[in-house]
């Protein structure tokens, strides 16, 4: 069964930092481009990071960027969402979401349980 697991969340004072993990289990990562994605209550989900299927490519939302970095380990199946500088407003549940092909576009072949990050003092 393929499968995608996110960790890392939890609760962080506003400017302190998470490491997110996204591990897939059952499915070669390499082959798949990978999108952060976040929903807080009463929003809409936002794409917040991408990274091609190499990692060659990356993208970042206007609000964080410049405070979080996507990266992966292929080797590791895992992608990554290092988180600094958080902010009350980076409070949401993370997703990560599995595009087959070399970028992230609308359609995402595997989801993620999500992860809660809560940014508070």
């Known amino acids: 069964q393929s499968q995608l697991v996110e960790s890392g969340g939890g609760l962080a004072q506003p400017g302190g930092s998470l490491r997110l993990s996204c591990a897939a289990s059952g499915l070669i990562l390499d082959s798949y481009a990978i999108g952060w994605f976040r929903q807080a209550p009463g929003k809409e989900r936002e794409r917040v990071s991408c990274i091609s299927n190499s990692g060659g490519s990356t993208n970042y939302a206007d609000s964080v960027k410049g405070r979080f970095t996507i990266s992966r380990e292929n080797a590791k199946n895992t992608v990554y969402l290092q988180m600094n500088g958080l902010k009350p407003e980076d409070t949401a549940t993370y997703y990560c979401?599995?595009?087959?092909?070399?970028?992230?576009?609308?359609?995402?072949?595997?989801w993620g349980q999500g992860t809660q990050v809560t940014v508070s003092s």
């Open positions: 979401g599995a595009a087959l092909g070399t970028w992230c576009g609308d359609l995402y072949d595997y």
